[in-house]
């Protein structure tokens, strides 16, 4: 009933920007902590960044000062600023949230990942 759906991914060459976006629709009464985790081919997924409902962040190191995560809690939306892209960066972006619904239950949801690629 909950579904989250991440845009924005795309080609873009070394030091472009990309701003991706996850909007949660269902039954979502309020979201807790919205997180951006990325899988680059054959390696393990990652936590990229993170933001709470007091929207306090935090970052991955190799990301800091160059990503930023922000949210819209009127659009159920998280969005991921990336700028300085460099080939590493290049992977999967999955969306994360816990949300709460109308009974105050808390649920973790996945969106299914939209691609970023950096590359000449």
């Known amino acids: 009933q909950v579904q989250l759906v991440e845009s924005g991914g795309g080609l873009v060459q070394p030091g472009g920007s990309l701003r991706l976006s996850c909007v949660a629709s269902g039954t979502v009464f309020s979201i807790d902590i919205m997180t951006w985790f990325r899988q680059a081919p054959g390696k393990d997924r990652e936590l990229v960044a993170t933001i709470d409902s007091d929207s306090g962040t935090d970052y991955l190191d190799s990301v800091k000062g160059r990503f930023t995560i922000s949210r819209d809690d009127a659009k159920k939306t998280v969005y991921l600023q990336m700028s300085s892209l460099k080939p590493e960066d290049t992977a999967v972006y999955y969306c994360?949230?816990?949300?709460?619904?109308?009974?105050?239950?808390?649920?973790?949801?996945w969106g299914k990942g939209t691609l970023v690629t950096v590359s000449q």
């Open positions: 994360n949230a816990d949300i709460r619904d109308w009974t105050s239950r808390v649920r973790n949801y």
